[in-house]
C-alpha cells in the first residue's frame, strides 16, 4: 500500500522539508486522521506525519465530510504529543497560520482565516483543518491528530453543489506544486509549535481573520447567537458582540455567514 506517487512524490516531500519529520505517503485511506490515530495508539512519536493521495472517507469537522479526490489536494494528519491542554485550541491556530504563510510562500496567494479553522480564498473555502485529541488519564493529552485537507487542483467534479462553497488555489494541475507546499506547511507548522504561547502567533492569525466586523451566527449545540465579530481573543476565542449588547468569548462551535459555510 505505501508507495511514491507521480502526483505526490514522497521524496520530493522530504528533500523540500527543513525539519526532520517521519513521513508516509498512502495512495488511498479511509481518513488519514483516523489511520494515524492507530499509528499514535501504538505509541508512535510526535513529528509522524501520514499523507494521502485520496481519501474514501475524509473527516470534517462537526460530523461532516470532506471531499477529498484524487491527485487534487493534500490530505495529510500530523500527530502531535502535546504538553498541555491550553494548547489545544493554539494547535489549530498554528496550522492556519502555517497554511496561510505556505500557500502565500510557494503560490503568492492571500488566504484568510475563519475562525477557528477554515481557510478562504476570496469567498471559497480552499483549506479546512480537523484537530482530534485523545486523554491520557490524567488530564493532559496523550495525543493530537491534526489533519489537514487543502484544495490544491481544481477537481473535474465536485460532489454534491460543494463548487458553492469551496474552491481550490489553481484551476488545474501543475507539477512542483504540492511537494514544496506540503514541505512548506510542515515547516511553517513546526515554526510554530514550540512556540505556541508566543503572542505572535495570535497576532499572526488575527491579522488574517475573515470574520472581523462581520454578522455571523454562532452555533454551538442546539443554540444560536447573532452579532457582530469584534475580533479573537489572544486565547483564541471569537469575541462576540450580540444583539443584545453583550460581549461574549466564544471558545468552541463554529459561526456562519450568509452564502457561507
Ligand atoms: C473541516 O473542514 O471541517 C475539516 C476538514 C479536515 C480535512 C482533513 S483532510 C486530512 C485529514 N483527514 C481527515 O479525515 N480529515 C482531515
Given at each position: 500500500m505505501y508507495r511514491t506517487l507521480n502526483r505526490l512524490d514522497l521524496q520530493k516531500i522530504i528533500a523540500h522539508c527543513k525539519g526532520d519529520y517521519h513521513i508516509e505517503l498512502l495512495e488511498e485511506t479511509d481518513s488519514t486522521n483516523r489511520r494515524l490515530r492507530k499509528v499514535a495508539e501504538r505509541g508512535a512519536p510526535e513529528g509522524s506525519v501520514l499523507f494521502a493521495l485520496h481519501q474514501t472517507a475524509g473527516k470534517g469537522r462537526m460530523g461532516r465530510s470532506f471531499f477529498s479526490p484524487a491527485g487534487s489536494g493534500l490530505y495529510f494528519s500530523i500527530l502531535l504529543r502535546p504538553q498541555a491542554m491550553a494548547d489545544g485550541m493554539k494547535i489549530t491556530a498554528a496550522a492556519g497560520v502555517a497554511v496561510a504563510e505556505a500557500v502565500q510562500e510557494v503560490l503568492g496567494i492571500d488566504l484568510?482565516?475563519?475562525?477557528?479553522?477554515?481557510?478562504?480564498?476570496?469567498?471559497?473555502?480552499?483549506?479546512?483543518?480537523?484537530?482530534?485529541?485523545?486523554?491520557?488519564?490524567?488530564?493532559?493529552?496523550?495525543?493530537?491528530?491534526?489533519?489537514?485537507?487543502?484544495?490544491?487542483?481544481?477537481?473535474?467534479?465536485?460532489?454534491?453543489?460543494?463548487?458553492?462553497?469551496?474552491?481550490?488555489?489553481?484551476?488545474?494541475?501543475?507539477?512542483?506544486?504540492?511537494?514544496?507546499?506540503?514541505?512548506?506547511?510542515?515547516?511553517?507548522?513546526?515554526?510554530?509549535?514550540?512556540?505556541?504561547?508566543?503572542?505572535?502567533?495570535?497576532?499572526?492569525?488575527?491579522?488574517?481573520?475573515?470574520?472581523?466586523?462581520?454578522?455571523?451566527?454562532?452555533?454551538?449545540?442546539?443554540?444560536?447567537?447573532?452579532?457582530?465579530?469584534?475580533?479573537?481573543?489572544?486565547?483564541?476565542?471569537?469575541?462576540?458582540?450580540?444583539?443584545?449588547?453583550?460581549?461574549?468569548?466564544?471558545?468552541?462551535?463554529?459561526?456562519?455567514?450568509?452564502?457561507?459555510?
Open positions: 484568510s482565516i475563519k475562525w477557528v479553522n477554515d481557510l478562504y480564498w476570496g469567498n471559497k473555502k480552499v483549506c479546512g483543518i480537523l484537530a482530534e485529541s485523545a486523554m491520557d488519564g490524567k488530564g493532559g493529552f496523550d495525543y493530537c491528530i491534526l489533519g489537514i485537507g487543502l484544495n490544491v487542483f481544481e477537481p473535474q467534479h465536485w460532489e454534491d453543489a460543494l463548487d458553492q462553497i469551496a474552491g481550490a488555489l489553481l484551476p488545474e494541475t501543475r507539477e512542483n506544486v504540492m511537494e514544496p507546499l506540503a514541505a512548506a506547511i510542515l515547516d511553517r507548522f513546526f515554526g510554530w509549535y514550540p512556540k505556541l504561547s508566543d503572542p505572535q502567533l495570535m497576532d499572526a492569525y488575527r491579522s488574517r481573520s475573515f470574520l472581523q466586523g462581520k454578522r455571523v451566527t454562532a452555533v454551538r449545540g442546539e443554540s444560536r447567537t447573532v452579532g457582530v465579530v469584534q475580533g479573537i481573543s489572544d486565547e483564541g476565542e471569537l469575541l462576540l458582540q450580540t444583539d443584545d449588547g453583550e460581549l461574549l468569548a466564544i471558545c468552541s462551535g463554529e459561526v456562519r455567514l450568509e452564502d457561507y459555510r
